[in-house]
């Protein structure tokens, strides 16, 4: 078997737009089955098949939504290579027949990869691919919000009650656009109980949050929901940083007076690099810039956790500021991650948590890719264990002007 990379294709002509229109425009297609969609696509590519894999719920597999097909490893093939690194791919089978392997990307957020069985290959076969490709990641997207298939076939065990409700309230793992991404993980996959992240972008903002709540059950993960809930609600009618944790306090005190929540809620301007913070009780952020950690750049005195003690203090939430710069990491975390046990018992620590992200950037990986190995390398050691939940939120300010 023989491997070999594409360059990104050119930009769609009116052939290739034609050719979605034809597809989108075959009666009925909006309230098809997704496999009768795909089905079309090929039939409209003039090629044998189209597969499409998505990344199960850990990001080790890539999980077919057809039966004929097997789930792929994503650290062992080439299928893997274009989902790691968005990349395109080509191979041929041991048939004879050309296989391209293309990511499915909705906006920023690695969704899988699509298969295309062909004869051959040429610049327009691959050009109309990736249209199709694009086409078929917005209707998982759409879809897969009520689509049960596309959940139950990304889960390779059972989910437990707390994170089914809790990752019900989790925005995409991936967010962004010109100027920065968003991206985050979370462990264990089926068993969390009260960590939890948020992020959101507008025109020139992008909101994130870290969140912990107190303990390890149903009502974790509901302190958990409830302080999205009303990170959301200040949000959009344009609470800024205090207020808006004056809002989770409230809310916290008066449906679940006897829970608590730390976290750490920021916002960045996009286009001038303004990182505004509050810290509620929370392990500081970590600043990582030209492949190396600012120590102690974004650690302040924490405030109080957030919930019902907080609303008898008398002094403000303290916000805090700082300029990044182009191409600046900025790291939240749970204490799950840095309490993880190693191999040989050690605590993995800040030191090695920092220095993997480092060695990432300089290896020019993805965002998402980079949490998605550091995550694996505290869940895959002989003797590693997880002593609480462990939540990785990366931001990455990269403006398009710079």
Sequence with gaps: MTSASRGDPVSAPDDDILLLEDVLSEPGVGARDFAAVVNRCAAAL????????????????????????????ID???????????????????TGEVMIWLPLVDGTERLGVMCVHSDAVDAATLRRSRSIAALLAMMVTSKRAYKETFVQRTR????QLPAEMLRAYLPPRTIGNADVVSTAVLEPAYEV?????????????LHAAMLDSMGHDLASGLTSVVTLAACRNARRTGADLPELVSCVDEALAHWLPDQFCTGVLLQLELTTGALRWINCGHPPPLLIRNQRLVGGALAVEADPPMGAPATLLDA????????????????????????????????????????????????????????????????????????????????EWKPASA
Aim: include cysteine; charge should be negative; glycine fraction near 6%.
């Design 46 to 73: 003039g090629v044998h098949q189209i597969v499409v894999y998505l990344a199960d719920l850990q990001q080790r597999h890539l999980m077919p939504l057809t039966e004929i097909s097997t789930p792929l490893d």
């Design 76 to 94: 062992a093939c080439l299928a893997g290579w274009a989902y790691r690194t968005l990349s395109l791919r080509v191979e041929e089978s041991p």
């Design 156 to 159: 390779t065990e059972t989910m």
């Design 193 to 205: 109980g009260g960590d939890a992240f948020d992020h959101a972008l507008t025109a020139t903002t």
């Design 316 to 395: 403000p939430r303290r916000v805090h500021e700082i300029s990044l710069e182009p191409g600046d990491r900025v790291l939240l975390y749970t204490d799950g991650v840095t309490e993880a046990r190693m191999q040989d018992g050690s605590l993995f620590g800040l030191d090695r948590f920092a220095d993997s992200v480092i060695r990432a950037t300089a290896g020019g990986e993805l965002a998402p890719e980079t949490l998605r190995r550091l995550i694996h390398r505290l869940l895959d050691s002989e003797h590693s264990k997880l002593r609480d939940d462990a939540t990785i939120l990366m931001v």
